[in-house]
């Protein structure tokens, strides 16, 4: 059941970094979506990406104006923005690279295939008219490989780090996904456009988390605030729901060696975690619950780190 630090490492942030890609992606479509199917009175800043993902620093270094343009720019194609879809890229190709002797042998020439597909059409992914193909292009290039890993993988200690570092970004994700229809929902006027308005964002929102399904099988209701938000953050059983996420993270800790502090740190976070969330209240609580529990999985991430992999 051992590996070596470093293996073990990579392959959890090669996990981490095609959650990213993809979701990224996801992000995006969803304000594509949005400024499509919105009224045109409605004010909805594609900076709002950069902030959801607390990058204002470093899109400040960048960029002066804040548009579509160099928003999109920064979260695609911008080689210093190491969270972008093509640094992700880059970095999921080099960890594959160095792990070769324990993921299969197709994971190399499928992420080779996704990052040249990736720099071919990258102007495609900025340009509007065709953004949409392209990011479905990554979204499923991304699926692919995730899918390859967990299909044929043995599970072993390996498939236990895959899992942690997929479903720790994808509970990350999922969070800014939440977050991004709690930002467009507070640009709305009250109305009379705003009841629709609201259905169209919620349903954009469960669309980019691949929900609007299985949402509609399991919840029997029309898209509401309310009710999508329970859902993304708490049905056990959806895959990219909080509560799954943090039960896979957990488990997949208890099969490792060692794992003592972090199986405890989840417990605390799985017992606690919905106390303080007020699915009445879509307004900036709700956002303010989102960035302590984007917080707190970014503290068990830390804990992952001191335990399996040391610096020194």
């Given at each position: 059941?051992?590996?070596?630090?470093?293996?073990?490492?990579?392959?959890y942030?090669?996990?981490?970094?095609?959650?990213?890609?993809?979701?990224?992606?996801?992000?995006?479509?969803?304000?594509?979506?949005?400024?499509?199917?919105?009224?045109?009175?409605?004010?909805?800043?594609?900076?709002?990406?950069?902030?959801?993902?607390?990058?204002?620093?470093?899109?400040?270094?960048?960029?002066?104006v804040?548009?579509e343009?160099?928003?999109?720019?920064?979260l695609?194609?911008?080689?210093?923005?190491?969270?972008?879809?093509?640094?992700?890229?880059?970095?999921?190709?080099?960890?594959v690279?160095?792990?070769?002797?324990?993921?299969?042998?197709?994971?190399?020439e499928?992420?080779?295939?996704?990052?040249?597909?990736?720099?071919?059409?990258?102007?495609?992914?900025?340009?509007?008219s065709?953004?949409?193909?392209?990011?479905?292009?990554?979204?499923?290039?991304?699926?692919?490989?995730?899918?390859l890993?967990?299909?044929?993988?043995?599970?072993?200690?390996?498939?236990?780090?895959?899992?942690?570092?997929?479903?720790?970004?994808?509970?990350?994700?999922?969070?800014?996904?939440?977050?991004?229809?709690?930002?467009?929902?507070?640009?709305?006027?009250?109305?009379?456009?705003?009841?629709?308005?609201?259905?169209?964002?919620?349903?954009?929102?469960?669309?980019?988390?691949?929900?609007?399904?299985?949402?509609?099988?399991?919840?029997?209701?029309?898209?509401?605030?309310?009710?999508?938000l329970?859902?993304?953050?708490?049905?056990?059983?959806?895959?990219?729901?909080?509560?799954?996420?943090?039960?896979?993270i957990?488990?997949?800790?208890?099969?490792?060696?060692?794992s003592?502090?972090?199986?405890?740190?989840?417990?605390?976070?799985?017992?606690?975690?919905?106390?303080?969330?007020?699915?009445?209240?879509?307004?900036m609580?709700?956002?303010?619950?989102?960035?302590?529990?984007?917080?707190?999985l970014?503290?068990?991430?830390?804990?992952?780190?001191?335990?399996?992999?040391?610096?020194?």
């Amino acid at each position: 059941m051992t590996m070596l630090s470093k293996v073990a490492e990579r392959v959890y942030w090669t996990a981490r970094y095609l959650e990213r890609a993809e979701n990224t992606a996801r992000l995006i479509q969803v304000y594509d979506n949005l400024l499509f199917d919105l009224p045109r009175n409605v004010d909805l800043s594609w900076y709002n990406l950069i902030t959801l993902n607390s990058q204002q620093i470093d899109f400040e270094d960048r960029y002066k104006v804040h548009d579509e343009r160099n928003v999109i720019k920064f979260l695609v194609g911008d080689e210093s923005n190491p969270s972008s879809i093509v640094s992700s890229l880059a970095l999921i190709r080099e960890n594959v690279r160095t792990t070769r002797d324990v993921v299969p042998e197709e994971t190399w020439e499928l992420t080779n295939e996704l990052s040249l597909y990736v720099q071919e059409n990258l102007q495609q992914g900025i340009n509007r008219s065709k953004r949409h193909q392209f990011l479905d292009g990554v979204v499923k290039g991304c699926q692919q490989i995730l899918g390859l890993l967990y299909g044929t993988m043995p599970h072993d200690a390996a498939w236990y780090f895959l899992r942690l570092g997929r479903n720790l970004e994808r509970a990350d994700m999922t969070t800014r996904i939440v977050d991004a229809g709690v930002a467009a929902v507070l640009s709305l006027e009250e109305d009379d456009t705003v009841v629709n308005s609201r259905q169209i964002i919620w349903g954009n929102v469960l669309r980019s988390a691949g929900a609007d399904q299985s949402y509609r099988r399991t919840v029997r209701t029309s898209v509401k605030g309310e009710a999508v938000l329970n859902y993304l953050l708490e049905d056990p059983a959806f895959p990219r729901s909080i509560h799954h996420c943090l039960a896979a993270i957990a488990d997949s800790a208890a099969k490792l060696p060692r794992s003592r502090p972090v199986v405890t740190s989840l417990q605390e976070l799985q017992a606690t975690v919905f106390e303080d969330v007020n699915y009445d209240e879509l307004g900036m609580p709700l956002r303010d619950y989102l960035n302590e529990l984007q917080l707190k999985l970014a503290t068990i991430h830390s804990i992952i780190a001191n335990r399996w992999f040391p610096t020194i």
